[in-house]
Nanobody, 117 residues
Framework: QVQLVESGGGLVQPGGSLRLSCAAS????????MGWYRQAPGKQRELVAT???????GYSDSVKGRFTISRDNAKNTVFLQMNSLKPEDTAVYYC???????????WGQGTQVTVSS
C-alpha cells in the first residue's frame, strides 16, 4: 500500500507563495496521473491540479495561472508551487493518484495552507 506524506504548508499573507511537496512510497508512482486536492472547512474535497507521468498538466479554473504542478518520478514526489495566494485558497491540501474510479490510494494527513493578513 502506497503511503502519501504531504508537507510545505503554512501561514502566508495574501499575494504570497508556498511550495508543497508530496512524497509517495512504493514503486507504482510513475505510472499514475498525480493530483493535488484541497478541502476547505465545510466544503467537499476538490481536485485543483493534475500532472501525467510525462508531464502534461491540468488545472481548475480557480488556480489556473497561479499554481504550477510538477513531479519527479525518480524521487516519487509531486510538487505544487502556489503563487499569488488568496484567502480562498485556505484549505488542507492533499495529493493522490487518479485511479479509474477516483483517488487511487488512502489519503495522507495533508498539509494546512492558511492565507490571511
Amino acid at each position: 500500500q502506497v503511503q502519501l506524506v504531504e508537507s510545505g504548508g503554512g501561514l502566508v499573507q495574501p499575494g504570497g507563495s508556498l511550495r508543497l511537496s508530496c512524497a509517495a512510497s512504493g514503486s507504482a508512482f510513475s505510472i499514475y496521473v498525480m493530483g493535488w486536492y484541497r478541502q476547505a472547512p465545510g466544503k467537499q474535497r476538490e481536485l485543483v491540479a493534475t500532472v501525467a507521468s510525462g508531464g502534461k498538466t491540468g488545472y481548475s479554473d480557480s488556480v489556473k495561472g497561479r499554481f504550477t504542478i510538477s513531479r519527479d518520478n525518480a524521487k516519487n514526489t509531486v510538487f505544487l508551487q502556489m503563487n499569488s495566494l488568496k484567502p480562498e485558497d485556505t484549505a488542507v491540501y492533499y495529493c493522490n493518484a487518479l485511479g479509474t474510479r477516483g483517488p487511487q490510494w488512502d489519503w495522507g494527513q495533508g498539509t494546512q495552507v492558511t492565507v490571511s493578513s
